[in-house]
């Protein structure tokens, strides 16, 4: 199992008036991961603790529980599975009469490998942007007919690496996104659910190649397979 250390959004169910429980909790703190998603088949750790009047941490058993099945969360520990990418599923924490209000995942698929294709685009002269850059995140599936499906809402990143722009601000070619990077989600296919091109920065004169790097990402920000393949973009 990954283990992963997220910044704290609490969700918080209960209030000062409430009556305490025989432990004296009064209300659950959850913290949700950031970002909230999980991974077909990965797991991530939900944490919580109860409070009393005094807002200090009380030392009592909690209760984890989902009505949703697209991931699965065992009771006890709070760690949650993906099941069915491109969806949501809703957890919450619970000490005796107390519940936690619901703390929404989105699913994404696992991505397994990276392709890209083709590795070479032409931009013609007198035309501002290339064709859309072509790359999939895909996850592995025995019940496809090419063994794969599209890692739905998976991460992939796309930069311009070369030539090499020290300040932003004198670039002379950009991404779609107006930007020299972009992080995009994988869609049903696998490919970009935005659309990434190369364009020529207006005024300015394009080299001419440019070097995109394109790269995959787990949950966890390891690397997915084939990550870091580039395309090769010649102005003409």
């Known amino acids: 199992m990954r283990r992963f250390v997220f910044p704290a959004l609490l969700l918080v ?134 063994g794969f499906i599209g890692a739905v809402g998976a991460r992939m990143i796309i930069a311009i690496t070369s030539p090499t722009f020290t300040d932003p601000a004198t670039r002379t070619v950009q991404l779609s996104n107006n930007a020299l990077a972009d992080t995009v989600a994988a869609g049903a296919d696998g490919l970009p659910t935005t659309a990434v091109t190369v364009n020529r920065v207006d005024g300015a004169t394009a080299p001419d190649t440019v070097r995109v790097t394109i790269s995959g990402v787990h949950r966890s920000g390891a690397p997915v397979a084939g990550s870091g393949q580039e395309v090769l973009v010649v102005f003409q």
């Open 13 to 146: 169910a209960g209030c000062s008036n409430l009556p305490t429980d025989a432990s004296g909790v009064i209300s659950l703190e959850v913290i949700r991961p950031e970002p909230a998603t999980v991974e077909v088949g990965d797991t991530i750790q939900l944490s919580a603790r109860a409070l009393d009047a005094q807002g200090d941490s009380v030392a009592v058993p909690i209760t984890w529980q989902t009505s949703d099945t697209t991931i699965w969360v065992d009771s006890t520990t709070g760690r949650v599975t993906g099941l069915v990418p491109g969806k949501t599923g809703r957890v919450q924490a619970s000490e005796t009469s107390l519940v936690s209000n619901p703390i929404t995942l989105t699913v994404i698929g696992r991505p397994d490998t990276l392709v890209v294709a083709p590795d070479t685009l032409i931009v013609p002269a007198g035309t501002s942007a290339s064709t859309a850059l072509v790359a999939s995140l895909l996850s592995r599936d025995d019940t496809a007919a090419s």
